[in-house]
């Protein structure tokens, strides 16, 4: 690319990481409207207003960046204070009917002046005379390390109403706002959230990964739900287990692997699913070769820690369905099966 890569580090503050590279001119919205199709439920939030509170600029803009993909009107401030100045500021506008949600991030929490705000929100929507939401604006916290139990006791002390883990997902903030916002669609996919196991109970799971480790943390991830599980650790192992006919629901796949990456063994695997179906079309096979399946296209989700929109794109493009980042979240596995199992596909 004819670049340059560097970084500048100060201790106790953190680094900046920079490049320079030569770009071409892309399409115009090409990877919003490719968000779009991939995932229709944005438009439920547009219109939605939403006040990020970090003392960090840059970090709040990216914050903004990816509530802005929802279709959300954002603003920003450093701090609770200011906050609080900002909600007075508005509540006899049309931006306080449309607040919708507040995203604080960790290093600007205090107890105390989160607590005042929520009383501020309270005594405002009381005296405003518009036509507000019935629903209370929602209160996020942002964080990067926070122990399970931690977060639990956030949110169950009502301090906020749920706690986004940096860095932000797409497909989890689009499942976290539909739960906490209540809309037509969130209230019926927050109950489906717990019938998870529901969805994949008996289901048989194909697991693809090179780590041990992962293996059998994807696993028990997959058996806590009821599915049948089973772990192979290369690409050529799963060619061998997916080639038609076979008895698997769905494949996760891990896209970094020796000798064969999940990138190569999804299109082998397509390669030999689009045989199938070729032999089935023309009449040079029966159905009952094949299992009793008239049309073959399993499922496969990439494992990926890596979960930025080059990789994604990635994966589509060789012929995955989905990803799912690393460790499963129970928002982002739900949202991932729902769309195969839900459907019957």
């Not at 929490?109 to 009383?119: A, D, G, H, K």
């Not at 209540?182 to 693809?208: A, F, P, Q, Y």
Request: hydrophobic share 40%; proline share 3%; aromatic share 8%.
């Amino acid at each position: 690319m004819h670049g340059e890569i560097g970084f500048a580090s100060e201790p106790g503050v953190g680094s900046t990481f920079s490049f320079t590279g030569a770009f071409g001119k892309g399409e115009v919205s090409s990877l919003d409207s490719k968000w779009k199709q991939y995932d229709p439920v944005v438009s439920e939030f547009q219109g939605l207003g939403a006040l990020i509170i970090d003392n960090r600029s840059i970090r709040a803009e990216v914050t903004k960046y990816h509530l802005r993909r929802l279709g959300i009107s954002v603003d920003i401030t450093s701090s609770l204070e200011s906050a609080c100045t900002y909600v007075s500021s508005i509540f006899t506008t049309s931006a306080f009917a449309h607040l919708a949600m507040i995203l604080i991030d960790k290093d600007v929490w205090n107890q105390e002046t989160v607590l005042q705000l929520r009383s501020l929100l309270e005594q405002h929507r009381k005296n405003c005379k518009l036509n507000v939401s019935t629903n209370f604006q929602k209160i996020f916290l942002l964080g990067t390390s926070m122990s399970p139990v931690e977060r639990s006791k956030l949110k169950t002390s009502g301090f906020v109403d749920n706690v986004l883990m940096k860095p932000l997902r797409f497909s989890v903030l689009i499942a976290c706002f539909q739960e906490a916002l209540g809309g037509t669609k969130g209230k019926v996919r927050g109950k489906k959230m717990s019938t998870l196991g529901s969805l994949l109970r008996e289901k048989r799971i194909l697991v693809v990964d090179d780590n041990k480790v992962n293996r059998r943390v994807a696993e028990g991830a997959l058996k806590k739900y009821g599915a049948i599980v089973t772990c192979v650790e290369r690409g050529h192992d799963a060619l061998n287990k997916l080639k038609p006919p076979h008895t698997f629901d769905a494949c996760f796949m891990d896209l970094q692997m020796p000798e064969m990456d999940g990138f190569e063994a999804t299109r082998q695997i397509r390669s030999a699913e689009s045989e199938a179906n070729e032999k089935l079309a023309s009449g040079e096979a029966s159905i009952e070769m094949y299992g009793n399946v008239s049309h073959w296209h399993i499922p496969i989700l990439a494992m990926t820690a890596d979960v930025i929109q080059a990789t994604y794109e990635k994966c589509l493009k060789c012929g995955m369905d989905d990803y799912v980042s690393k460790p499963f979240e129970e928002e982002q596995l739900y949202l991932a099966v729902a769309r195969f199992f839900e459907s019957g596909l």
